[in-house]
């Protein structure tokens, strides 16, 4: 027997079968509704995300640079909960993976752990500012402990090793440690150099037909492009970045250009606070009764924040620090962890909406990187010095560090940003998943790419080995980020 029944505004045929699984929508339909208007009118109930900016303040500058570092650090500290938007709404059973109507534990929309819906607040995974020290020194900004790695987008998990019984939990998402903020002002601003001349280059092409012209920038090589006379450009030498030529700095597989582009993604993964600028202005698009979530103010004030956090300290040398320097450099570890990349400029514009070509529109407030709190140094040719010991380029790390997410091949399974060594000394557990507890394992991990490197690091003698070590354990983070807010 057939039934028609509407649900969510669209008509569906079903059998008996599909009717039972429409009648668990429209409860779910009513139990988000009930939860929604609980959570608003219980008295002493209210939203935790209090103290929010518009982007209208920030515009008009109506706030100074400290007010809306404040409102940013509101906004990362802030344990979300459903009266702000928190969770997913009823499940979409076209696409139950996407945040926004993702299946939870316990079917409230509240917690799902395994793809996003993780945790309340940003801080929760960004909290270790040391795990060098016994017991480990908290903090905002920091590294997360194993516990906060995210699971992304799996749709797959076999941890009994049922499968094939190979030893391996099978599982077909990412796997990610999350990483410290810090120094994020320098590293930003860099990318948007390096994109602005990869730009010109690709004009350049254009403009040349038949010219191979290589794709050289801030010292870092992503490779060559030639044009012909039609106007096509033959990406096929690009190395390292994606064929918009756009460095996106942010993210283990360099997938975002700013730090903004990050945060709009991970609001949505971890909490299920969907962003206005995204799903639009009143529009509640995952149907859990909270519009307007989290407002283009609030993201500018959390990038604002974020950028102006403390950069790590590079310049305290341990005993032994130098001349392992000069090891690294020597068995071929800086090819790729960079020590020291210079700017041209050493103010970071801040932009909504922002293009991520043109870097000259949407600036609603501009960071000179120099002052306090972040204090890049100055260069002497009116940039600044980021010593992040990276390039932002992607790498193959071979076979055994590849991942295995099913939504993207294999060549962009093995390949990663080059990690940021600044601060390494403090932010244990190592590599994108923090399967190395050590430097030495994290070194010998290496693969692909970088795999005459770690073979040289695994031929120095014990002595050279412990100088490299000693010389990564130089690099520090800050002690006291964000003291000047907290204080």
Known sequence: MLEYERVWGHLIMCDFKESVRAAQVICLMTLFVTIGAIGQTAPGEQPNLQGRVTQEQIVNHELSLWGIRLAGLRVFTTPFNKIDGYGDGPMDFNDTVSPGGRPTLQGNGTLLRVNGLDGQTCLECHSLISAATVPPRLG???VGGSVTNAMIMPTAIDPADLEDLDMNAGFNGRFANPPFVFGSGGVELLGLEMTEDLQQLRAEALAHPGMVIPLTTHTVDFGTIVADANGDIDLSGVAGVDSDLVVKPFGRKGEFATVRDFDTEAMQFHFGMQPSEVVGTGNDADADGVVD???PGDLSALHTFEVTLERPEDEKAIAGGASGLQRFNQI???FCHVPVI?????TLPLRFPSDPIDHTTGIYLTVDLTQPPVSFPSN??????????ADLKRHDMGPDLSENFAQ?????NREFTTARLWGVADTAPYLHDGRATTLTEAILLHGGEALPARNAFAALSDQNRAKVIAFLRSLRTPTEPAKDLLN
């Open 140 to 142: 905002i900004g920091g």
């Open 293 to 295: 979530e989290i407002r």
């Open 332 to 334: 071929g570890c800086a």
């Open 342 to 346: 210079q700017t041209r400029g050493q």
């Open 380 to 389: 002497g040719t009116g940039g600044i010095s980021v010593s992040l010991f």
């Open 408 to 412: 993207v091949d294999t060549r962009r």
